[in-house]
């Protein structure tokens, strides 16, 4: 027997304990101060390339785009931008076209967290040009790839699982997320809802270090306190919180329609009969148009979404903004350029929610801008809890988070009831992949071996022919053809080696049908323990190749209890299938004649 006897007081604890945490969370320092510098460095190129394309000035300060005059020339501008991305995509990397959070999750799912250096390099820079060219993106998708693949190629360097690559690459993403937007708490929950696919320290610790510590070096290189201070709101009464919902209900009918929209571009951007290169150009001339009609649509629109946070835009600007920027930002996503999503989704939220405060009677229109911008976020993105916290850390408006909690909710609900995919995950699964976003305890994690496992195992004597075997299994003697595995006992009845019918085959090939079945069958046995849970055993299976394993008693590892094969390790899941659809009503006419039988009803 080389199965050792572990303690199993310490295999059953609420987390798996792995020390290599402490090893990732060491890592994960560095990776939070890479993610700071990408990010710093991701907002300077913004900053120059606009000054450039719009100022004609060499400067680092950043402008916001709309206050130009190039007049009818700014069409030219993202349609420069959009041929220059055409070309980094085609000769560079492909997988810098889009807006960077597929492409994580493609990584992360399907390419065993592994992303090209070329990658780190070309993403920022395609998106710094599709930005300051007037693109009308954020930053957060571009950083989100660009921090994932510099924390994917550090991970490289050592010698880790595919999972540790994984914690890593979502650290990086994190850290440049918490660094772009002084926001650590949403990106640690981003990484939680969208990036991570589980929750154990083992991942999460490593990137909330990686998030905090890239938050900690922004604060002396881009500057503290919140991105959208204003003043607090006050707290929404029962009143409110049914306007909040409301307002999350038309957040999510918004947010069903942008998807819809970017998708149908796409596939209208995929019937032209040229190469996708010059799909960013055609794009970039939509943006130009819609910039020259609507100028706050160009760029990330910080400025445009903090007068929103402030109510100083009402009236038909809003509506202008709205559909500007959703028209533009649909287009020019569906053309395949480079540039995020959140920043977007900020505005079109805030203009939408500004323009549902002209019907509720109560706060002003700072106030549903708010509510707006997380719920569109939370609708599109399908990430309530990132939304809900990704608004107060920007604003630090606490005061609000009921309302924000309700409509996040809310307009989730509506895209998940309406849509099959998020905006995210529909680009992956165009790619030919699945990607499911439900967490939930793994039911073998749940189930002891005692519960599944055959108390009745086939046992045969050790001095039994491999011959008499077979005859037995043709005659169907339901002794020994219950199991494919039977186990081989002593005269004591104790536990000696198992046999299989692949055992009892290969003996009568090689004519050593004479043979025992001691002889013919495996000593060295891998056992499991009634007490222990069903996924270690499973586990077990797994790393030795092998479909079965007799159980047996912990002190006295040759005393036989039962039996494991495959079939009992699938019954395991029979406990969730029942839990979700297996419908009971308890109190019945019999359960109320029992209590009037007892007298505790009167008859």
């Known amino acids: 027997?080389?199965?050792?006897?572990?303690?199993?007081?310490?295999?059953?604890?609420?987390?798996?304990?792995?020390?290599?945490?402490?090893?990732?969370?060491?890592?994960?320092?560095?990776?939070?101060?890479?993610?700071?510098?990408?990010?710093?460095?991701?907002?300077?190129?913004?900053?120059?390339?606009?000054?450039?394309a719009f100022y004609q000035t060499l400067s680092s300060v950043f402008r916001s785009?709309?206050?130009?005059?190039?007049?009818?020339?700014?069409?030219?501008?993202?349609?420069?931008?959009?041929?220059?991305?055409?070309?980094?995509?085609r000769y560079g990397s492909d997988k810098i076209r889009g807006h960077g959070i597929p492409e994580a999750l493609e990584a992360i799912l399907f390419g065993r967290s592994r992303m090209e250096p070329r990658v780190a390099v070309l993403k920022p820079l395609s998106s710094a040009i599709s930005i300051g060219t007037g693109g009308p993106f954020g930053a957060e998708g571009p950083i989100i790839m660009t921090g994932g693949a510099f924390g994917s190629i550090f991970a490289q360097f050592f010698n880790l699982s595919s999972a540790e690559r994984k914690t890593l690459l979502v650290a990086g993403a994190s850290g440049g997320m918490a660094a772009i937007f002084a926001s650590p708490i949403a990106a640690t929950l981003l990484a939680v809802e969208?990036?991570?696919?589980?929750?154990?320290?083992?991942?999460?610790?490593?990137?909330?270090?990686a998030a905090a510590v890239a938050y900690a070096l922004r604060l002396p290189l881009m500057g503290n306190g919140p991105i959208f201070p204003i003043p607090p709101h006050a707290m929404l009464n029962g009143e409110g919180l049914?306007?909040?919902?409301?307002?999350?209900?038309?957040?999510?009918?918004?947010?069903?329609?942008?998807?819809?929209?970017?998708?149908?571009?796409?596939?209208?951007?995929a019937k032209l009969p040229f190469h996708?290169?010059?799909?960013?150009?055609?794009?970039?001339?939509?943006?130009?148009?819609?910039?020259?009609?609507?100028?706050?649509?160009?760029?990330?629109?910080?400025?445009?979404?903090?007068?929103?946070?402030?109510?100083?835009?009402?009236?038909?600007?809003?509506?202008?903004?709205?559909?500007?920027?959703?028209l533009i930002w649909s287009i020019a996503l569906g053309s395949g350029t480079s540039g995020g999503v959140l920043a977007p989704l900020l505005m079109m939220g805030g203009?939408?929610?500004?323009?549902?405060?002209?019907?509720?009677?109560?706060?002003?229109?700072?106030?549903?801008?708010?509510?707006?911008?997380?719920?569109?976020?939370?609708?599109?993105?399908?990430s309530p809890l990132t939304s809900m916290i990704f608004a107060l850390e920007l604003t630090q408006d606490f005061n609000v988070l009921p309302g924000l909690l309700v409509a996040c909710i809310a307009a989730h609900?509506?895209?998940?009831?309406?849509?099959?995919?998020?905006?995210?995950?529909?680009?992956?699964?165009?790619?030919?992949?699945?990607?499911?976003?439900?967490?939930?305890?793994?039911?073998?994690?749940?189930?002891?071996?005692?519960?599944?496992?055959?108390?009745?195992?086939?046992?045969?004597?050790?001095?039994?022919?491999?011959?008499?075997?077979?005859?037995?299994?043709?005659?169907?003697?339901?002794?020994?053809?219950?199991?494919?595995?039977?186990?081989?006992?002593?005269?004591?009845q104790r536990l000696a080696g198992i046999i299989t019918r692949g055992d009892v085959l290969h003996a009568l090939e090689e004519g050593t049908n004479g043979t025992t079945v001691l002889e013919a069958g495996s000593h060295d046995l891998v056992v499991a323990f009634p007490d222990e849970i069903l996924y270690e055993a499973a586990v077990k299976m797994l790393r030795n190749n092998i479909g079965r394993l007799p159980v047996v008693s912990r002190s006295d590892p040759r005393q036989i209890l039962?039996?494991?094969?495959?079939?009992?390790?699938m019954t395991g899941r029979l406990r969730q299938l029942e839990d979700e659809n297996l419908r009971q009503r308890y109190f019945r006419r019999d359960l109320s004649e029992q209590l009037a039988g007892s007298k505790l009803l009167p008859p």
Request: some cysteine; aromatic content about 8%; proline content about 3%.
């Open 242 to 269: 049914i306007f909040a919902f409301l307002v999350g209900i038309v957040a999510g009918l918004g947010s069903g329609l942008l998807t819809t929209m970017v998708y149908a571009f796409e596939d209208l951007f």
């Open 562 to 569: 039962g039996y494991l094969g495959r079939s009992n390790v």
């Open 1 to 52: 027997m080389n199965e050792r006897l572990e303690r199993i007081d310490d295999r059953l604890a609420d987390f798996t304990r792995d020390k290599r945490v402490l090893i990732l969370s060491l890592m994960a320092l560095l990776i939070g101060a890479m993610s700071a510098a990408v990010a710093y460095v991701l907002v300077w190129l913004i900053a120059i390339i606009t000054n450039v």
């Open 194 to 209: 969208l990036l991570l696919f589980e929750w154990r320290p083992r991942s999460f610790i490593p990137v909330a270090i």
């Open 276 to 326: 996708w290169m010059w799909w960013p150009a055609i794009g970039g001339l939509a943006v130009g148009i819609g910039g020259l009609v609507e100028p706050r649509v160009l760029g990330v629109g910080y400025d445009t979404i903090h007068q929103l946070l402030r109510g100083e835009i009402v009236g038909t600007a809003l509506i202008g903004i709205l559909v500007g920027k959703s």
């Open 65 to 89: 785009p709309d206050h130009h005059r190039l007049g009818y020339l700014v069409i030219l501008v993202p349609v420069i931008g959009g041929l220059i991305i055409g070309f980094m995509a």
């Open 351 to 382: 203009a939408l929610g500004a323009a549902l405060a002209g019907f509720i009677p109560i706060g002003d229109t700072g106030l549903w801008a708010l509510v707006g911008m997380a719920a569109m976020m939370g609708g599109t993105m399908r």
């Open 413 to 492: 609900g509506v895209t998940v009831l309406l849509l099959r995919r998020s905006i995210l995950t529909e680009k992956v699964a165009r790619r030919g992949f699945h990607v499911m976003r439900e967490y939930s305890v793994d039911p073998f994690t749940m189930v002891r071996v005692s519960e599944v496992m055959d108390k009745n195992a086939a046992t045969v004597p050790a001095t039994m022919s491999v011959a008499e075997l077979s005859e037995r299994i043709a005659r169907h003697d339901r002794q020994v053809t219950c199991h494919q595995g039977m186990l081989i006992v002593d005269e004591n």
